[in-house]
């Protein structure tokens, strides 16, 4: 999975030294599940920042052994030609506390260890809707846009 939107990382490090100018520093590590080796491989594991008022203090409030799920993250490459270094740069603007499955047909946040499940932004302690909402149906298709007409004209 590596560092990107919906991935679990454990935190092993909090760094507050800069919370006062809202950057909290981590360590953390993201492992994949192997269906070969019916384990876990290592796929991130590094220090990152967690910038922005609402991120670092909620990572201010972490402690080593945390679980989180990440929410909204950035990955920045810099190379130095004067140095002849490439530094790479993890950046989290927010996360939410936990184990979640990023459910993207729905666009919601489900807690994987509740069955109900529970919407991200809001009061964690309310429930999910029972069911599903249906899906808006499709609206008419317009006859200046008939796929047939368009796919028969094509070259191959």
């Not at 590590?29 to 590094?46: A, E, M, P, Q, R």
């Not at 909204?72 to 810099?78: C, E, K, S």
């Not at 529970?118 to 309310?126: I, K």
Request: a neutral charge; zero cysteines; charged letters at 25%.
């Amino acid at each position: 999975m590596g560092f990107k939107m919906g991935a679990t990382a454990k935190v092993f490090q909090v760094d507050t030294s800069k919370a006062d100018r809202n950057i909290v520093k981590l360590k953390i590590s993201i492992s994949d599940y192997d269906k070969k080796t019916k384990g876990y491989v290592n796929s991130f594991s590094d220090y990152v920042s967690v910038i922005g008022a609402v991120g670092a203090a909620k990572a201010a409030r972490l402690k080593e052994g945390d679980v989180i799920t990440l929410t909204q993250v950035d990955f920045t490459r810099r190379y130095d030609a004067r140095t002849g270094n490439t530094y790479y740069n993890g950046i989290i603007w927010d996360f939410e506390f936990g184990r979640k499955r990023y459910n993207r047909d729905s666009i919601v946040w489900v807690d994987a260890t509740d069955s109900g499940g529970t919407y991200s932004g809001q009061n964690n302690s309310q429930p999910a809707p029972a069911q599903r909402q249906q899906a808006q149906p499709a609206p008419e298709t317009d006859p200046a846009f008939d796929d047939a007409a368009f796919d028969s004209n094509l070259p191959f």
